[in-house]
């Protein structure tokens, strides 16, 4: 959202995002166009002598982001704006001093690699934060905010709570997008548009018109037509996104607790359905109850499906691990027969969600066809 803003605002501005659905050219972005294959190409020649030097092997994540310092640095670009990987404070992405860094809503996640509970992934979080930068926060857990509040009085950092600073509402929605007000720290914005539905991406965008509000008092123009028409020009797929063919079908990449409720409160409050039929798959590295424990329940039945990733956990796993939440459940290792399942056995005014994890939303936009809003399923 920031970055469509910055650059309805003219500036020329660099967006590096993780993961991708079907090529890793999707997360290095120009003025929301992305690096080419040739591009890519050229920029790997480059970094690759450097790469072989490092006695220690790099990562992918940490080869790519290498990838996209250079590529940024070579457009001249005004503003990179990263999203951090893993965590924080070890992330490839944190060799960088920020002008400005927004923490979203802190659940537990990656809880084998930044520890089993909320105040050590929020320390881990917090490790973003660098001396006399700015924090734009939403509303957190206790522990959480006190992990923070306390991180930015050491690096006398500034934190803005932006809950208790800005005020939003909701006015309107549809399936596609919905209307809403926003008082902002220095403005007021009566009726903007943003093409996601959840009222956690209202929130998304309260901390996107907060950034663009401080870059603007910092002397970087930012109009407030170019904040209307930038969170206007939003696309974010994936996130909800909606699909409409009798059945509805929905995807979304919830893959922790956090995600789990903001997708359960969004199909209660945005979706007008008679049963909620699920696919879903997950990575087995992911606590996969607290998933469950929010959506699983909502669905009239659940068909247990397999991702192509390393990570991915095994149907039957899933199925052990859940019973508790709900007792309908089938089992389909095949994605592409798992939709047609749920296809099947859907009626026009049934929902069909895709869910559990980005990696599983990637794999269906490439069956489920997209031609305007219609759907057709690959034979």
């Excluded at 999203?83 to 659940?107: F, H, M, Q, Y």
Aim: with cysteine; charged share 25%; proline share 2%.
């Amino acid at each position: 959202m920031t970055s469509s803003i910055l650059n309805q605002a003219g500036f020329k501005t660099g967006l590096y995002t993780s993961p991708h659905f079907y090529s890793l050219r999707e997360r290095i972005k120009v003025n929301g166009k992305i690096i080419s294959q040739k591009e890519v190409i050229e920029l790997v020649d480059e970094i690759r002598l450097a790469v072989e030097k490092v006695k220690s092997a790099l990562t992918f994540f940490e080869v790519i982001t290498s990838l996209a310092f250079l590529y940024f640095s070579k457009k001249k670009v005004d503003f990179s704006i990263l999203e951090v990987g893993l965590g924080g404070r070890l992330d490839a992405t944190n060799v960088v001093k920020p002008i400005i860094c927004l923490i979203s809503p802190i659940g537990l996640d990656h809880t084998q690699l930044l520890g089993n509970s909320l105040d050590k992934i929020a320390y881990e979080k917090t490790g973003i934060i660098k001396e006399r930068s700015t924090v734009i926060t939403p509303t957190q857990e206790d522990e959480v905010i006190d992990i923070i509040a306390k991180t930015c009085q050491e690096k006398k950092a500034k934190l803005l709570k932006i809950s208790n600073l800005m005020r939003w509402k909701k006015l309107e929605s549809t399936l596609y997008g919905q209307f809403f007000s926003l008082k902002g720290l220095y403005d007021s914005y009566e009726r903007l548009y943003l093409p996601l539905i959840g009222r956690h991406q209202i929130t998304n965008a309260a901390m996107a018109v907060a950034t663009c509000e401080l870059l603007n008092k910092q002397g970087w123009e930012i109009k407030k037509e170019s904040i209307k028409e930038g969170l206007k020009k939003v696309h974010w797929p994936g996130r909800i996104e909606v699909i409409k063919n009798g059945p509805l079908i929905t995807l979304d990449g919830a893959h922790n607790s956090t995600s789990a409720k903001a997708l359960k409160n969004t199909i209660k409050e945005y979706f007008n359905y008679q049963n909620l039929i699920l696919v879903f798959s997950c990575c087995k590295d992911k606590n996969v109850n607290s998933v469950a424990r929010e959506i699983f329940p909502l669905a009239k039945e659940v068909i247990l499906t397999k991702i192509k990733f390393i990570r991915a956990a095994e149907p039957e796993d899933i199925a052990k691990r859940t019973k508790e939440f709900q007792q309908r459940v089938v089992i389909e290792r095949d994605l592409t027969k798992a939709l047609k399942y749920a296809v099947k056995i859907s009626r026009d005014e049934d929902l069909i969600c895709i869910t559990g994890s980005l990696y599983l939303v990637g794999e269906a936009r490439k069956i489920l066809k997209l031609h305007g809003g219609g759907l057709c399923l690959k034979e």
